[in-house]
């Protein structure tokens, strides 16, 4: 079975673009996340998805956004790009909410900003 | 405020002995904890999980335990086999709250 399947796996873009990041979640999965990762920590939330309704969203600013779509894939969109939102972004899927449904991720996007 | 955290950087451990990764928590909320292993150029994968009304999870070579009055739990792998080197991380949820907090990482290096 697939697993988490991310799109596309580089990105550079320059200050002030913007950016669409995709995510599919292993089939049969409803509930899609979104973490940052930058050098040296461990993942930060920023959103989550569950039946295309935001389940949670973390301390990042309205720059970011995202959706979920029938399918239960995602976007995580980012406007107005700035130096530091270089980063591993991950995408994690679950079964379901709720405790004891670990999250599974996928190899994430990277994105580079000149 | 870090919430999750991995005072070990890095820990060395010969092939065939036990590796004994830390985790320390401070929000008294979380109630379900994780470990997950990454690769460079991958994402974390999964490795075992455990709820607070447990104390120890096992699956095959990977144990976990938790100390609830200390906020602390550890995961223990034996016997460490090279595959095993990879960065470590620890993470935690509140109920209702699907949200993973992670820690900083640890480095594991199994030498031969």
């Known amino acids: 079975d697939a697993g988490v399947t991310q799109s596309p796996t580089h990105l550079i873009k320059t200050r002030g673009q913007h950016v669409t990041l995709r995510c599919s979640p292993i089939?049969?999965?409803?509930?899609v996340s979104w973490y940052q990762q930058v050098l040296g920590q461990g993942p930060q939330f920023i959103f989550q998805y569950y039946e295309k309704e935001e389940r949670g969203r973390g301390n990042f600013p309205d720059r970011f956004s995202a959706r979920q779509f029938p399918n239960y894939s995602s976007e995580l969109n980012v406007n107005a790009l700035l130096l530091g939102d270089s980063a591993l972004y991950l995408c994690?899927?679950?079964?379901?909410?709720?405790?004891?449904?670990?999250?599974?991720f996928g190899d994430g996007t990277r994105l580079s900003i000149l | 405020d870090q919430q999750v955290k991995q005072n070990s950087p890095s820990l060395s451990v010969q092939e065939g002995r036990i590796s004994i990764l830390n985790c320390d928590y401070t929000?008294?909320?979380?109630?379900?904890f994780l470990w997950y292993k990454k690769y460079p150029a991958e994402g974390p994968t999964f490795l075992i999980s455990?709820?607070?009304?447990?104390d120890k999870n096992e699956d095959g070579r990977f144990t976990v335990f938790l100390n609830k009055s200390a906020k602390h739990l550890s995961l223990h792998i034996v016997p460490s086999q090279p595959g095993d080197s990879a960065v470590y991380f620890c993470?935690?949820?509140?109920?209702?709250?699907?949200?993973?907090?992670f820690g900083t990482g640890t480095r594991l290096t199994i030498i031969p």
């Open positions: 455990i709820s607070s009304i447990k």
């Open positions: 994690a899927s679950s079964l379901a909410v709720g405790q004891g449904q670990p999250q599974h």
């Open positions: 089939s049969g999965h409803k509930s």
């Open positions: 929000n008294s909320m979380f109630d379900y």
């Open positions: 993470a935690a949820s509140a109920w209702g709250n699907e949200k993973l907090t």
